[in-house]
């Protein structure tokens, strides 16, 4: 057998997979094949949705749990060496320190641990025994016996076959290692939405399993969070875990169980000393007079580990109640958790935890594919942007005089309240839902619980038809509404159909695990980065049996000025800008820099069909706060904005910066036509011109006419007048240049030029699935159609014949 006709798939059977088992490599439980580790990144085209292509490991190796080292395999007709770049690549996104690239001749090393030769050269018959590469690593690392223990201790394993993401591995193993070497705070960064309270539970497991730690703490300040983590993530850990409360509850799992929390506390408030795992608010175990402190109920030494769930909330702050728990308790071993470390001024996660020691962003996120990437709609209100002043002597609806100066944004619903630009928001959103889908679980972020009441009852008579439905459809949710703090499980449940619409202040706005969120609406200021990051990671989870793949951020207030913070690590796909009369939903549009179609390397994943529904535009308290009616408030600018290729917002017109990248690309009107009449596939020019951010779609709806891409260059760049494809189609008709070819080929011609002429796809005429369609589905099948040319490439002659044709004329 010819080795070098051997596929990639024979050669790793016949020759790699056996060298691997023949050094010692147990193929049932520490060899891996095709192990893919990334889901593919989300891609939005409008309504159109695909995947990007998923990254795959060829080889991974495990000693024991540990994933130690990876193989790259190519066929026989590359070198040795030749898949090292690309193991490489994948085995620093893994953390794996032992990197292997294989033709079936022999293997190429490569050592990232930097203790020996970084690379060499081995025979098939010399790949090294799994404990020859765990020795090494044990010796990198200076790992003693007992850490050692600790660092190969096993995860949790509920029998359903979920295994850790790899950033979650690579987390948990990081988290483990710095605590095997004594380091006793510890800071977690983790995106939210990517699994935190997995992680952190998969750490407390094998620390609390090995016996290194045998009594946790676990805090957060959000009653939610307590509930949702000990009926699901922490379940493993029922009969030895108990909450610090004396409000008994039943919380329905994920699975739709119910389950009642088990407590710490008797009805006396005395703790039961005997579980091994505590779950605790902040809040319910501290107070500012000593009776409030019943952590103190625990020895200092009582806990071996705390872990502090969502830490920039406060706990970091050196004069916070909740420092004095973590002071308390000194000696056990502190882990922070955040997606989003808080640096100021008074409040550092970095001061008291020290640098964090792994960090998974929402850019890794989203990139990887298991975090849903968000478009954002800018509303400009003529209000905010012009401000408000009142008449001489004006008083508000209440009586009251109204202090005479320049009301801004900032001022609106804090210290001036205007009816009409409450009610003109609500109509905006309602607006916005009744075009994109009406069950959308939304929240609105409001500037106080007075003006999240205020919207409540705007939404409401907005929506007044659904609300007859059912009386749940909007809520506002908030710390001082009880009836409403009910409805949470409610509307972070898949499952729940009701609460829909959710008003709000700060109570969602971090913390809650919302999967199915897609629509976040910003109607208060958001001054910190951290909190606008928390805000957006209420969005940013995948939910796949509902199909939400992505978000909508509505921006009111310029929360999203944010994104141009460099703190901010991730970009929208897309940027709106509608004014008082253009449509509420983003025009469909693929993100800068993504190609109009997706390629082969995309799976469609949902691809809706958008509802038939027309919006008629519009026409047209002395406790603190001013309330004025009857002033008219209306959107007031329409501007769309693009991020160029390094995702910098475009601030000039889309035509001038499109002719001056043009020109950048194509120097001379000349090398253009060059480039255009020598390259076969047209799409490969303006695939080339999109992976540069330069997408032609947008600009044909300016220009206004049925241009196709070589017109449309020519007019923009080099100031041509443009003919239209109608213009193209009918100098090729006039030539009569088919004459050559029999009548039905002739006719396939005619029938190409027609679909030239009336949608423009010159850059797939060459392209066979086009036979596919009609009117070529009703003239034969594609294998007939082509046999009518005397073979495939004579059609594709044909189709060149015709291009060049459709070309000859410049304008």
């Known amino acids: 057998m010819d080795k070098k006709s051997l596929s990639e798939s024979d050669i790793c059977a016949k020759y790699i ?11 049932a439980t520490q060899l891996r094949r095709e192990v893919y580790f990334t889901d593919g990144r989300i891609i939005v085209r409008g309504k159109l949705v695909t995947r990007g292509k998923a990254k795959r490991a060829d080889y991974v190796l495990y000693y024991q749990h540990f994933t130690i080292a990876i193989i790259e395999a190519k066929d026989n007709n590359h070198s040795v060496g030749d898949g090292m770049q690309q193991a490489l690549d994948y085995a620093t996104t893994l953390d794996i320190p032992f990197v292997f690239s294989s033709n079936g001749d022999g293997f190429v090393f490569h050592d990232r641990t930097g203790n020996s030769t970084i690379e060499t050269n081995l025979a098939l018959t010399e790949f090294p025994a799994p404990s020859e590469l765990w020795a090494k690593y044990r010796d990198w690392k200076g790992l003693a016996p007992e850490q050692e223990k600790m660092v190969l201790q096993p995860y949790y394993d509920d029998g359903s076959g979920k295994q850790p993401r790899y950033y979650q591995r690579n987390a948990i193993n990081t988290m483990m290692e710095a605590i095997a070497k004594g380091q006793n705070r510890i800071l977690l960064v983790m995106a939210t939405g990517t699994g935190k309270t997995y992680t952190a539970f998969q750490i407390i ?53 119910s389950v009642e929390l088990t407590l710490a506390h008797d009805k006396k408030r005395r703790i039961n000393p005997a579980y091994e795992i505590y779950l605790g608010l902040y809040q319910a175990i501290t107070g500012v007079e000593e009776k409030q402190k019943i952590f103190k109920e625990f020895s200092p030494g009582f806990f071996d580990l705390i872990v502090i769930d969502e830490c920039h909330r406060g706990s970091a702050a050196e004069d916070s109640a909740w420092r004095e728990i973590l002071e308390y308790f000194s000696a056990a071993t502190q882990i922070g958790l955040t997606a989003t470390p808080k640096e100021t001024q008074y409040v550092s996660n970095s ?96 500037v106080d619980v007075e003006h ?218 000349d090398r253009f036509l060059n480039r255009w009449r020598s390259q076969e596939r047209k799409d490969a020019i303006i695939a080339e011109l999109a992976a540069e951010g330069l997408l032609l779609e947008p600009l044909m709806e300016e220009v206004g006419k049925d241009l196709d891409p070589f017109d449309l260059i020519c007019h923009i760049a080099f100031d041509r007048p443009p003919l239209t494809r109608r213009d193209r189609a009918e100098s090729v008709r006039k030539r009569d240049i088919f004459t050559k070819y029999s009548p039905q080929a002739i006719a396939v011609l005619e029938a190409l030029l027609n679909k030239y002429q009336d949608e423009g796809i010159v850059a797939g005429l060459d392209d066979l699935r086009i036979l596919q369609i009609a009117p070529f589905n009703g003239m034969g099948t594609v294998p007939q159609l082509i046999k009518q040319f005397g073979g495939r490439p004579d059609y594709e002659r044909a189709v060149r014949e015709l291009q060049t044709a459709l070309y000859q004329d410049i304008a």
């Not at 997979?17 to 193929?27: K, M």
């Not at 016996?211 to 805090?219: A, D, Y």
């Not at 508000?396 to 609106?412: A, H, M, P, V, W």
């Open 452 to 669: 999240a009441a205020r919207m409540r009852q705007a939404l409401i008579n907005e929506n007044a038809d659904l609300v007859r439905e059912n009386s749940r459809y909007v809520m506002r949710i908030t710390g001082d509404d009880e009836q409403g703090k009910e409805q949470l499980d409610n509307f972070i449940d898949p499952e729940s159909k009701y609460p829909v619409i959710v008003t709000t202040s700060r109570l969602l706005s971090t913390g809650v695990d919302a999967q199915t969120c897609r629509l976040i609406v910003l109607e208060r200021e958001v001054g910190s980065m951290t909190e606008f990051k928390q805000i957006v990671g209420r969005g940013t989870r995948v939910h796949e049996d509902t199909k939400k793949y992505y978000f909508t951020l509505i921006d009111f207030r310029k929360a999203t000025n944010h994104f141009a913070d460099p703190d901010f690590d991730e970009d929208p796909v897309q940027i709106y800008e509608p004014g008082e009369h253009d449509p509420v939903t983003p025009p469909d549009m693929p993100p800068v820099g993504m190609p109009l179609e997706p390629d082969e390397s995309e799976t469609i994943i949902d691809r809706p069909l958008p509802p038939d529904i027309t919006i008629r535009p519009i026409v047209g308290e002395s406790s603190g706060k001013y309330y004025v009616k009857g002033n008219p408030v209306q959107v007031l600018t329409e501007r769309v904005e693009y991020l160029d290729e390094n995702g910098k917002l475009v601030t000039e017109s889309l035509r001038d910066y499109t002719r001056k990248a043009l020109r950048q690309q194509f120097v001379s009107l």
């Open 205 to 257: 497991w094998r620390l609390w399993k090995g016996g290194q730690k045998k009594r946790i703490l676990f805090l957060a300040d959000r009653n939610v969070l307590i509930n949702q983590t000990m009926v699901n993530d922490f379940r493993p850990f029922a009969g030895k875990m108990a909450k610090l409360s004396t409000a008994a509850k039943t919380i329905e799992r994920d699975d739709g169980s």
């Open 17 to 27: 997979t056996p060298a691997v088992v023949r050094a010692g490599w147990d193929e």
């Open 351 to 446: 001061h008291y935890f020290g640098e964090a020691v792994y960090t998974y962003s929402l850019k890794q996120g989203i990139r990887d594919g298991f975090l849903a990437p968000y478009k954002v709609i800018k509303v400009h209100l003529d209000v905010d942007v012009v401000g408000y002043r009142p008449k001489l002597d004006e008083t508000d609806d209440r009586g009251s005089e109204i202090t005479d100066r320049i009301y801004n944004q900032k001022d609106f619903d804090r210290s001036l309240v205007i009816d009409n630009r409450t009610k003109r928001v609500a109509k905006w959103v309602s607006d916005y839902l009744k075009e994109s889908g009406r069950f959308q679980k939304t929240i609105v972020f409001c």
